[in-house]
């Protein structure tokens, strides 16, 4: 076969013979057929254009996040895209630029990583930050590893709080069960927030750390000082997850109460929204643990003649020296991304963040004011907890029912809670940005009350 | 390079002084000219008992990440806490403030070599 010009008819009967398959369609019998689509009838061959203009009708037909009303969250947020950001990214000295194997001739690249990671460590409030993870599901797993290595694997327990997004927990869980450490799940109490008499009586003596999500999956501020305290009391490291980074904005992070890691998804700084992402997780730790901290980390330095330099501090450890003595498999980081987030956040500033996570929270408060004003059958699942910008929404229904009518109404309401089940009701995650003018309440309000 | 007579080596190139019942262990200096410039020291924890070739800690370098074992069984009395923020003692002064370890325990019946015995095998391994 040529390498460069694709597979003829003889070539393809030849590789299906080789794998022992009759057709192309047997590749792909391992998919699932509840999530194949049905009924896109399209001839075998066409013209570019004829396809162009057949599909591209075709996926016009789809409701996106910016054609309607969209209360879309529960971890991926639509936030403000300054064209700037996409204009840097775009570059080619970043866009096309894999992870630099002779980190000090890339200047460019190693700055944008030590700004990255003195962002995140002023956020997140602890001293030391890497130079990015692949998402915040990975970065909380990242976490638990490390808070297990910190107290040299004595400790076989992890206690998550329920509360943390589902899909996080589940990924945990694959790790944890390789690395044969336990997972205790910790419920939240009736007003959505964890207890820390419960987390103490499940750590005992026995956890590495007490994992927390906050806001949590519910939306909802959880008390980070009392749950840093409880974690210390059973011996434990405090580990914080963040997974709507705009909330740091307003929230101090964790590392100011004394959590020992604080880590999570930046989607939110800069980085659309996108079926499979890419995401961006982040992870700052106290710089006392830095050696136990996974991925590389950036440094600032002086070359020869005295000037500001940058060098790749720690990083080669893991993928030249370490091998199989590495603290984790992470060799590099999610550079284009954890560039978006910096250049995002340096041109948002550190007091347009701020203001920025407040409009999200006078917007997400004005709109619970006026859904607990409509009424029966409608209903915040915790009205008395705080939250940031988001908030479990009740109704006539289950949630997937909920979405659905809604939907059919001109609204994306939220997310569902239904395949998320836990110790909370089924229902709508509502979440709310600086991206839903008021229009964007008042259809979610008119189409409940239409529903009511 | 320098191999003191009053220590006894392993052959994974670990020194050992004895000091009344318990020892002291560090790595030789061709060990250190071996590592190169080491930038972190991995400690066992005091109190952890380690049985002999047991791996005790790693040593971090410019260019390599390798363990020390230890060269006889025992517990551990005492690290180097020096090392955390001077981990360049190893390389330094590997048979003075850049020790690793103090461990009970003693050298009897352990496979360890005296001064001659160690250059001996240093310069079979080089042949």
């Known amino acids: ?452 | 390079m320098t191999i003191p007579d009053d220590l006894m080596y392993a052959r994974s190139h670990e020194w050992i002084k004895i000091e009344g019942d318990s020892v002291s262990v560090g790595i030789s200096h061709y060990a250190q000219d071996q590592l190169g410039e080491v930038v972190y020291v991995e400690l066992p924890e005091v109190g952890t008992a380690f049985a002999v070739g047991d791996e005790l800690g790693t040593l971090e370098s410019v260019k390599a990440v390798s363990e020390f074992l230890a060269p006889v069984a025992g517990e551990v009395l005492e690290v180097n806490t020096r090392l955390e923020d001077e981990p360049n003692l190893v390389n330094d002064d590997s048979y003075g403030d850049g020790w690793l370890v103090r461990l009970s325990g003693s050298a009897e019946g352990e496979e360890l070599l005296d001064a001659a015995g160690y250059k001996e095998f240093l310069e079979q391994e080089s042949a």
């Open chain 1, 1 to 452: 076969m040529h390498p460069w010009v694709g597979a003829g008819p003889e070539d393809r009967r030849q590789i299906l013979s080789e794998l022992g398959l009759q057709s192309i369609d047997d590749l792909f019998a391992s998919i699932p057929s509840g999530v194949c689509v049905d009924g896109i009838d399209l001839p075998p061959a066409r013209d570019e254009d004829w396809i162009r203009r057949t599909l591209g009708n075709m996926a016009s037909t789809n409701i996106s996040m910016d054609s309607i009303p969209c209360f879309l969250g529960a971890g991926v947020y639509r936030h403000v895209q300054p064209s700037v950001v996409d204009a840097v990214l775009s570059r080619a000295e970043f866009f096309t630029s894999y992870t630099p194997y002779q980190p000090e001739i890339s200047q460019g690249t190693l700055q944008v990583i030590f700004e990255f990671q003195t962002l995140i460590s002023r956020l997140t409030g602890l001293d030391t930050a890497n130079a990015s993870l692949y998402d915040g599901a990975t970065s909380l797993v990242e976490a638990v590893l490390f808070s297990h290595r910190v107290l040299r694997g004595k400790r076989n327990l992890v206690v998550v709080a329920e509360t943390i997004h589902p899909m996080y927990r589940r990924v945990l869980d694959t790790y944890t069960e390789a690395a044969g450490i336990d997972v205790a799940v910790v419920a939240p109490g009736d007003d959505g927030r964890l207890d820390p008499e419960a987390i103490l009586e499940i750590a005992g003596d026995r956890a590495c750390c007490i994992a927390v999500q906050s806001p949590n999956f519910l939306g909802i501020v959880e008390d980070l000082p009392v749950l840093a305290a409880a974690a210390h009391d059973s011996g434990a490291l405090a580990v914080e997850v963040v997974t709507e980074a705009v909330s740091l904005g307003l929230l101090a992070g964790g590392g100011r109460f004394g959590f020992d890691v604080v880590c999570g998804e930046a989607q939110s700084f800069g980085v659309a929204p996108g079926f499979g992402g890419p995401h961006l997780g982040f992870f700052a730790c106290a710089s006392k643990h830095l050696r136990q901290m996974p991925g590389r980390l950036a440094g600032e330095t002086v070359d020869e003649n005295g000037s500001r330099a940058f060098c790749l501090t720690l990083s080669t450890r893991e993928q030249h020296i370490r091998r199989a003595k590495a603290t984790s498999n992470i060799c590099t980081n999610q550079g284009l991304m954890a560039l978006a987030a910096t250049v995002w956040l340096e041109t948002i500033g550190g007091s347009g963040l701020r203001e920025l996570a407040t409009s999200c929270l006078a917007r997400t408060e004005e709109l619970k004011r006026r859904l607990t004003a409509v009424g029966d059958p409608w209903r915040l699942a915790y009205p008395q907890s705080p939250t940031f910008n988001e908030f479990l929404l009740i109704g006539p229904g289950s949630g997937t029912e909920l979405v659905e009518r809604l939907a059919s109404e001109g609204v994306l309401a939220g997310v569902p809670t239904t395949d998320w089940s836990g110790s909370w009701p089924d229902g709508v995650l509502a979440a709310v940005t600086e991206r839903n003018p008021v229009t964007d309440l008042d259809a979610l309000v008119n189409a409940l009350e239409k529903l009511s």
